[in-house]
């Protein structure tokens, strides 16, 4: 049981939701609607499904296709921009058969005009013979943003749920070394402030200001258990039961802030968890993506995805 709770205190620092008042709402033929399109724009990002086409036309049409600030977690933990995806994906070659393969993609919430989803994204590689097969599973936070009436890819971050060796040996480490400049290094300290506190707040059951910090739609996606639907009603009930020993909890560093969309701000960090699991103790390091919200003058978490971090630190 003791496992359990930490793991919501893990989850706790990073989910969430749209607002009552944002619309459409889930149920509606509006957010039906919405998903099936976000949906659409999932398979176009990834190739995938009607959309699929040789590896180099691929590339091209990502390079169109993402947004200007797009970025992603890579499935390691590390960190690389749009111009940084593009070359080294323009440097590679793909076998037919090969590639991303989503399914199981689900809305999950809606502020103006950005959207987040999560889909399960499996990948295939190409034997010796040249024949494909599955290499790895994951779990991804899916950011989208309405730009000109058309719905484009801001963000993702994939979560391994069956990880193959080269993910285990990747660097989980920033882009370019964390040189690139913040899009608003006032903003950044702002929320670089507000990642310290939650994660401070969940560690002493500080629940007021939990509860106000989340969004009502509030998720996140787990690094440990990637198939666990974290809500921010199931956080709430399990942090006042945690009993954390001193040394204990979840704790940030490496904050950055990405990309911002209006009332929507997109960052990363280092959480580092320490924990005792059946009194065995873990330090494990994850990068979270991270969706701010900016409601009624506040900023919100939104949602969060927490990859483990590969490779030596």
Excluded at 79 to 95: F, H, I, N, Y
Aim: with cysteine.
């Amino acid at each position: 049981m003791r496992y359990v709770l930490a793991l919501a205190l893990f989850v706790l620092p990073s989910f969430a939701v749209p607002a009552r008042a944002q619309q459409p709402m889930e149920g509606d033929k509006n957010w039906t609607e919405l998903e099936k399109t976000l949906w659409d724009a999932d398979q176009q990002w990834l190739c995938a499904g009607p959309y699929e086409k040789p590896y180099k036309d691929c590339v091209e049409f990502r390079s169109k296709y993402w947004d200007d600030q797009f970025f992603e977690v890579y499935p390691s933990g590390m960190v690389t921009t749009k111009l940084e995806m593009v070359a080294s994906q323009s440097a590679g070659t793909g076998a037919p058969g090969t590639g991303p393969f989503p399914g199981t993609f689900k809305l999950r919430a809606v502020y103006g005009n950005f959207a987040l989803a999560t889909d399960s994204t499996a990948f295939k590689a190409a034997d010796p013979g040249g024949v494909p097969y599955f290499i790895a599973d994951s779990r991804w936070l899916r950011l989208f943003v309405l730009v000109n009436g058309k719905w484009r890819p801001a963000a993702g971050a994939g979560v391994p749920t069956v990880a193959p060796k080269s993910w285990l040996t990747s660097m989980g480490q920033q882009s370019a070394n964390g040189k690139r400049r913040s899009p608003d290094e006032k903003l950044e300290k702002e929320l670089a402030a507000i990642d310290t506190k939650w994660l401070d707040s969940a560690m002493h059951g500080r629940m007021d200001y939990l509860n106000n910090l989340f969004a009502d739609r509030w998720f996140e996606i787990l690094g440990w258990i990637p198939t666990a639907d974290v809500t921010k009603a199931s956080a709430m009930t399990g942090i006042p039961k945690l009993n954390p020993k001193p040394g204990e909890g979840v704790f940030p560093d490496e904050f950055k802030l990405w990309a911002v969309y209006g009332d929507v701000a997109l960052a990363t960090d280092r959480r580092t968890r320490k924990w005792t699991d059946y009194g065995h103790f873990t330090n494990t390091p994850h990068r979270g993506l991270l969706v701010f919200v900016k409601q009624n003058g506040q900023w919100k978490s939104a949602a969060t995805a927490l990859v483990p971090i590969a490779g030596p630190q």
